[in-house]
C-alpha cells in the first residue's frame, strides 16, 4: 500500500496544528538545530550540560546518569569526553512547559515517545521540565522512527527537505476509553477502532453507536474536506465534557497501527457505514505492542540468557 511522501508530510503536527488548532489540544513548536537532531540519532543518553533531573523522576537507584563531566560518553558524536550542550534550546523547552500550564506531553513531527515511559517514574508521557523530554526522546525508538524511517512506505523512499520540530502539547489526563482511531478513505471515515484495545470498557460497548455517531459528526464537521490528504488516519478523543477533540493524524498505510483491523481489511471497506471495533468482553484483551518496550533490550537479553544458563544447569 503505496503512499506519497507529500501525504506523509501533511500527517506531521507542524503542517495542520494552525488550520486545526480550535479543535486540538494547546502546542507550542520549538525548531530543532541538525546538531541536536544528531544528538537525537546517537546512541546512549547522555543528557546536555544542565539537565537535573527532578528527584524520583526516573526507575533507578538514584544515578539519573546526567552529572556533568561524566565519563560514560558512548553514543555522542561529539569530541571525546564532550558533554553536549544546549543551553538555548533547554530555555525555549522550559519556556514552552510554562506556556502550557507546567505539564507537557512531548512529540516530534509524528511520533511521540509513548514506548519510553518505563524511564519515568510515574509511567506516563508528562513532562514537568525540559530534562524529562530530553530523557523521553534519547529513549524512544518511535522517535527514532521520524528521524530515520518515515518514509518507508513511500514510493519513492527519499526523504525530501523539511525541518524538524519539537512539538510541546498540553499535558491532559484522557481516560483511555475515550480514545479512538478513525480511518478515512476518499475523504469518509471507513472504520473506527478502540483506541487501546489492551482494555476493556463496559460503557464503550454499551454505548458504541453513540460514540461513532458522536465522532462521524465531529468528522464531518470538522475534518471532513479540510484535511490536505483524502487518505488518512485520525485520532479523536473524547473530553470530560462530552464532546470529541482531535488528537493526530497519521498517514494511511502499513507504518500506521491498524489496532483492532487489519491493514486488508481496510483496503476492502465502504464508507455506507462506518465499521467500528471495540473489545466486547475482557476475555478477547489483546496484548499490548509496547510490553517489549518496558525495559531496555539488553537487559531484556541479559535476562533470556539468564534463563537459558539456568535450564542449562538443570539439565546437567
Not at 35 to 64: A, K, N, T, W
Not at 180 to 208: E, L, N
Request: glycine share 6%; hydrophobic share 35%; proline share 6%.
Amino acid at each position: 500500500m503505496d503512499v506519497s511522501t507529500e501525504e506523509v508530510l501533511n500527517c506531521a503536527i507542524p503542517k495542520w496544528y494552525d488550520n486545526l488548532k480550535a479543535v486540538t489540544i494547546p502546542s507550542v513548536f520549538i525548531p530543532l538545530p541538525e546538531q541536536f537532531v544528531e544528538y537525537l540519532r546517537s546512541d546512549g543518553i547522555i543528557l546536555p550540560q544542565g539537565c537535573i533531573l527532578p528527584q524520583m523522576c526516573v526507575h533507578g537507584d538514584g544515578d539519573d546518569g546526567s552529572e556533568e563531566g561524566d565519563d560514560d560518553q558512548d553514543g555522542w558524536s561529539g569530541e571525546e569526553g564532550e558533554v553536549p550542550e544546549f543551553t538555548d534550546l533547554l530555555g525555549e523547552m522550559e519556556r514552552g512547559i510554562a506556556s502550557l500550564g507546567g505539564a507537557v506531553v512531548p512529540k516530534l513531527n509524528w511520533s511521540a515517545p509513548k514506548d519510553a515511559t518505563w524511564i519515568i517514574s510515574s509511567n506516563t508521557l508528562k513532562c514537568t521540565c525540559a530534562s524529562e523530554v530530553l530523557l523521553l526522546l534519547k529513549s524512544s525508538d518511535f522517535v527514532a522512527h521520524d528521524l530515520s524511517r518515515v518514509f518507508k512506505y513511500c514510493t519513492p523512499d527519499v526523504a525530501p527537505a523539511f525541518q524538524y520540530m519539537l512539538c510541546l502539547r498540553q499535558w491532559r489526563d484522557i481516560h483511555p476509553s475515550g480514545e479512538f482511531r478513525c480511518f478515512v478513505r476518499h475523504d469518509s471515515i471507513i472504520g473506527i477502532s478502540q483506541r487501546h484495545y489492551t482494555q476493556h470498557f463496559d460503557f464503550v460497548v454499551s454505548h458504541k453507536d453513540q460514540l461513532r455517531d458522536e465522532v462521524v459528526e465531529f468528522f464531518t464537521k470538522y475534518l471532513k474536506g479540510r484535511f490536505f490528504n483524502t487518505n488518512y488516519v485520525v485520532d479523536v478523543f473524547k473530553t470530560d465534557e462530552g464532546g470529541v477533540r482531535l488528537m493526530d493524524f497519521n498517514p494511511f498505510c502499513p507504518m500506521t497501527d491498524p489496532l483492532l483491523f487489519t491493514w486488508e481489511e481496510l483496503a476492502t471497506l465502504d464508507a455506507q457505514s462506518p465499521v467500528v471495533r471495540v473489545v466486547e468482553s475482557p476475555g478477547v484483551v489483546q496484548p499490548s505492542d509496547l510490553y517489549h518496550c518496558r525495559l531496555p533490550k539488553d537487559a531484556l537479553e541479559y535476562a533470556a540468557m539468564e534463563a537459558f544458563l539456568s535450564k542449562q544447569e538443570t539439565y546437567q
